[in-house]
């Protein structure tokens, strides 16, 4: 297919660079080029905040008139002279470890949020995945990111006059986004296929630049596929199973495809959530067919440079797909590659009937994790069914707490100060601590948080004005909006997605107490709220239009406003501007959440549920929590909490957050508040960043995976293979027999004969058992091997000691040891005593 359509208008030969300028989504979040867009179409770059966009837009004359602009050009040319040295630098990961990933890490997901003038995301999931991408880049991480080009996206949300949710689905023109055609090693675009029945279906590649990452994108409009299929990465969540199925298949197929193609080879894969998961059989496919190795071999090789990361709160989150959609869709590609859907299935989890995804993610992983502390016992406890017998507390699963993209959410006034206390450039090397805000004063904090909300007060305004001014608030429409908030005022933030366990109406449950608080006359609240509800969700709905109607009550008309089409660009002007920042989820379904992390770099305060990352982060100093100190048993059951959390949210707001913020000291500043603003800033911004997050993935899994990975050649992966066989083979029969125990002193003695059926003994390990009680908490020791046992094949005595406790509290256990090996997720076998 020929690219003319996409050959780039003719630019002045001087102003060439900004083709590749204009491309490189860095501008999203590095500030530097803003004045070169401006200058080139104005109004174009404050709609769209697109450079891509205003390169193409900006007439003809304006180009040649700006080429011959003195000032244009030495801005032009400081902005290119400081992008080369941005691509040449130096950067963390080249000088502490550079080299050890290898051919770099493949990072797949099914939705990004790098910026608003892209929109290939939906929520929480996209955006992390954006600031990760960022991040990368700024620690200098050989990260390829692959996702899905969406021509639509995920709806777009306005609100009728009875607060009813209006969805719209606009077309994202792929020539106006900041992404250009992916071409191969012959100049030409890039395509791959992947089977479908009685079809292939063509995808096409874009590649999007992240500062030094790229963002390869897959979509399926070729002209030459079939109407239907033209339309598979047209929405993103549409909520049709067969659809979602045919996206996993274009993203992980088609995905690792093009990679293939590119001859990427990457030395590790990391997918985010269970939608990628067919890129790892893929993988494995590819192995096979470079080592001409089954499938077993190909999977015990390359999964142990697999990660999986999760990001799911429930069970019934997981995409599943019944047999009979799996087996027409999937089956002309397994069939090629000589796999079955049964394969897959006995991956998947063996049990099961439907196909789940995060099953064969997990299935295909060397290592998995959640997202924070708390989350990873809640992974642990979804994922205990795929483990047979194994206890919850046993399930390795790992976690690594999500952070964001200081850079990207910092606002120019906090900049100014963070840049005055610690030095440009603080974001991209290691933010190991926190950089204290030295030498800041607390009329300088109070100078900066007054300055940001009342910028976002403004903004706010502006964009009342063009949401039809909250449908004819007032009389004169115009001038009312000019009226609605006020810039001196406690300004609280809600925004994120509505539905019912983020409990956006927590704070409605008493409208009368949130009312007094709302029309207090010396110390008022004001509320922005934002955010969008599934379409198929009636409940997220209803509890906007909740939200729509209590706003319109004459006593709180102008102080509780709703911002229609909440995206990254909304996001990023709340999270700059509000004071506090509310999260009240009904636990233990946040996972992390990663909206509350955002106003740390700006001095916002946090008021919010303990759970997720607020769970790790809270602590008197630096904000306030509902319930805090909850332990994870009492979460998990906890959907009865929600008159208790709402009545302690009235009374920290009521007692607390209120009265500090208006409660001046004799220079007129609130002193116990800024005090807090600047323990959160030190304590918490470093600490919950994706530069954090990122160098934590790096050194603690895709470090260690790779040099794991390098002991799984064809011959070794082969071995471990037939182990596993063989451990198979001869578990059924394995045996305990006569187990005694005594006191000694202090401690008790266990003494257990077992039978081991052809396995060596140093192919499994002997444990004791007991579980946490009033005697102390859970004890799992390893058995010494004692002797053999005169008389018999395979049978030796076991011995331990462990401190005393009721002998009936300790159970043996059985299980494969093997230092090659992630146990038990590679291999489940265990045998109990009883
Ligand atoms: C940060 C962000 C989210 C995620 O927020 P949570 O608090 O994790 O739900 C969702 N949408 C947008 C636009 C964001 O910027």
Redesign the pocket.
Known sequence: MTLAAYTMRALPAQLSGLIPLALDLRWSWHHGSDQLWLALDEDAWQATHNAWLVLNSASTERLQALAEDPDFLAVYQSQMASHERFSEAATWYSENCDGQLGDGVAWFCMEY?VSESLPLYS??LG?LAGDFLKAASDLGVPVMAIGLLFQQGYFRQALNADGEQIEFHPYNDPTMLPVAPLRDSNGEWARVTVPFPGREVRLRAWKGQVGRCELLLLDSNDPRNEPGDRGITSELYSGDPEKRLQQEMVLGIGGWRLLELLQRNPSACHINEGHSALALIERAHWWQRRHQGDFATARMATRATNLFTTHTSVAAGFDRFSRKLADLYLAPWLNENDNTLDTLLTIANGGEQQLNMAGIALGMSGRFNGVSQIHQQVTQTIFQPWFGRWPTADIPADFVTNG?HTPSWDSPESDALWTKACGQDRWRRPMTESCPLKNTTDADLWQMRRAQRKRLISYLRGRLRSQHCEHNFGNTAEAACGLLLDPETLTLGFA??FTSY?RPDLLLKDPDRLIAMLTCRDRPLQIVLAGKAHPKDEEGKALIKRWKTFSRLPEVEGKVVFIED???A??NQLIQGVDVWL?CPRHPWEA?????M?VLVNGGLNLSQFDGWWAEAWNENVGWAIRPNASFAQLSQSDQHDEADALELYELLEQQVIPEFYKLNDQGLPSLWLDRVRASMNQLTARYSANRMVREYVNEFYRPMIVKGSRRNPEQARELVELLDHIACHWPALRFGSLHSEGQGGHRLFVLDVYLDGLSKDQVCVELVAEASEFGPRVVQAMELNHGLPGAEDSYQYQCSVPTRPAEHFTPRIRVRDERLNLPLEDRHILWYR
């Open positions: 949020g929520g929480g955006v964001v994120r997605r983020k909440y995206d990254l909304v996001a999260n992390c959440g990663t909206s509350g955002k």
